[in-house]
């Protein structure tokens, strides 16, 4: 096992070629004011795997791949099921 950075995350967008949009969501606690505070980053992993939007994957730090792609899929913890009723405004 090498000691590269892996993060859990949730693919928001899969539009480009071999490209995904990962957002990270991690919750803390604010220092001085002790309340829960979520934040999320957003970034762009590459993906020779085919993820779908919704699908939680595992994504490992890698050398840069191009202006601002760090990081790759590693795996697919859990697929997204989607139905085909999904839509806007039903």
Do not use: F
Request: charged share 35%.
């Amino acid at each position: 096992m090498n000691n590269r950075r892996r993060i859990i995350g949730v693919v928001t967008s899969n539009k480009m070629t071999k490209t995904v949009v990962v957002e990270i969501t991690r919750k803390y606690r604010h220092p001085l004011y002790k309340k829960v505070v979520y934040s999320s980053t957003r970034v762009k992993a590459h993906d020779e795997i085919g993820c779908q939007i919704g699908d939680e994957v595992q994504i490992v730090e890698t050398k840069p791949m191009s202006r601002e792609k760090r990081w790759a899929v590693e795996s697919v913890i859990k697929r997204e099921i989607r139905t085909a009723d999904q839509g806007v405004g039903e």
